[in-house]
């Protein structure tokens, strides 16, 4: 512990002392010194005075354990801390100094509010090992590349079922545009790249990872094969078909900039919907586009390149008969076809022997022929097939059992007998 004569300095303040003692014993000049020690003319002869009075305890900063002027009081750290554990318990620093701003007018540092929780113990310092990555630079352009992925989470954590959150960052701008849906499938996938692009425009490439409903594992047929052509999912034809190209990652970390995204949510946007008190998909997909608006504003980056290459979408283009799932289908000869275990009745003439039916995002299902539509009707039941008919019409009682004498059983007897070996001809006696 140190004495009353005992000075403690810090390592500059040491070698300040030292400059100051050369200038003093006229070793080195004064405008040497402030060169040296980076200040000014003016400020070397104060220290310099200080130190001939107060001794070498004079180069020790004069604010040294006294109480900084800006310093919260202590009554607005106590109400802080209550504030973070009632309400806030879960938020990290940064998004409870935020919420406390926005929400209780406490104006405070993320780095302050950090400080009085580690020192009340309400937060810990976690230190994670992250793995080597080797960083990509961003594309240059907007709409050069954009990454996509849906995320399944408890959103809206107890309030309502998971759901997934559909979500694209443009990869030069970080730019997000997302939309909740009740599963990762097609037709959401569809929809959301409906909107996207009628917001945006069309990017050059879609980025995503593997997933059934982006990557098929269904193996090419002969005619793919001879084409040399890969199987598509009805998402990746669709891209194909408005000139998108598309490219799948073989990794998350590989579409790192979207798997962020999704932590930064998972944190901040449960929590947002929580203060809201939002329990179903509606509220949060209409929350949502205020909350981009700003996040946009907030963290979105300057691309590098101003020219934007989103394409617009081109006149005339109907995108319900791109995006939608198509399947065609071979008309018989009573003017019928089958399309997932239902049967249609064809209700005009129509000569052709394909038709394309189309499910569209909005839930209806359409059945073309050459682009026009054909009017049909669903055949509610099938009739029964003549087997099935006999097998309802039998009565149920004990097993037939067939007589002795019946046809059947002699065919199985026979059946079950070893064949016996044709002899050979015995000779005679005249004949040898």
């Known amino acids: 512990m140190a004495g009353k004569d005992t000075i403690v300095v810090r390592q500059e303040e040491l070698r300040r002392l030292h400059v100051i003692g ?26 310099v ?37 009632s309400t806030y318990s879960d938020f990290g620093p940064t998004l409870a100094s935020e919420k406390l701003l926005e929400r209780d007018g406490i104006g405070i540092s993320d780095e302050t509010l950090r400080q009085w929780l580690l020192e009340s113990g309400d937060w810990k310092l976690i230190r994670k090992r992250k793995k080597h990555r080797r960083w990509r630079e961003r594309k240059p352009h907007p709409g050069e590349m954009v990454q996509m992925d849906g995320s399944h989470h408890a959103w809206f954590e107890q309030r309502a079922p998971e759901c997934v959150l559909m979500s694209y960052i443009d990869d030069a701008t970080g730019r997000v545009f997302a939309r ?24 050059m490439k879609i980025y995503f990872d593997k997933h059934s409903t982006y990557k098929t594992t269904v193996k090419a047929s002969i005619e793919e094969q001879l084409s040399n052509e890969e199987p598509l ?28 995204l999704f932590r930064t949510f998972q944190d901040r946007l449960v929590k947002e919907m929580r203060l809201r008190g939002m329990r179903s998909m509606e509220e949060g997909n209409s929350f949502l586009t205020e909350y981009l608006r700003g996040y946009n504003r907030r ?74 539509r054909v009017k049909y009707k669903t055949i509610d039941q099938r009739p029964p097939k003549e087997g099935l008919l006999r097998k309802s019409v039998r009565k149920k009682g004990k097993p037939y059992i067939p007589p002795a004498d019946h046809p059947w059983r002699h065919f199985t007897i026979a059946k079950r007998l070893p064949k016996r070996e044709n002899p050979l001809p015995i000779e005679s006696e005249t004949q040898m």
């Open 22 to 47: 050369r200038v003093i014993e006229k070793a080195m000049r004064q405008e040497k010194a402030a060169e040296v020690l980076c200040l000014s003319t003016r400020q070397i002869r104060r220290i």
């Open 49 to 85: 005075r200080r130190i001939k009075v107060e001794g070498d305890g004079g180069i020790v900063h004069r604010l040294r354990g006294k109480r900084s002027n800006r310093k919260r009081p202590e009554q607005i750290r106590r109400k802080a801390i209550e504030l973070y554990r």
């Open 180 to 203: 909740f849906y009740d599963y990762e499938g097609t037709l959401p996938a569809m929809d959301s790249f409906r909107r996207y692009t009628r917001r945006y425009g069309l990017p």
């Open 233 to 260: 999912t009805q998402f990746e034809r669709a891209l194909k078909e408005l000139g998108v190209e598309f490219m799948h990652a073989h990794s998350p970390q590989a579409k790192g900039r979207i798997e962020r």
């Open 299 to 372: 963290f979105s980056v300057l691309p590098k390149e101003k020219a934007n290459l989103h394409r617009p979408l081109p006149k005339g283009l109907d995108l319900n008969t791109i995006l939608c799932i198509k399947g065609e289908r071979t008309l018989r000869n009573d003017f019928t076809i089958a399309y997932n275990t239902e049967l249609y009745q064809i209700e005009e003439a129509v000569q052709a022997s394909k038709l394309m039916v189309q499910d569209r995002i909005d839930g209806s299902r359409v059945i073309l022929h050459r682009g026009r």
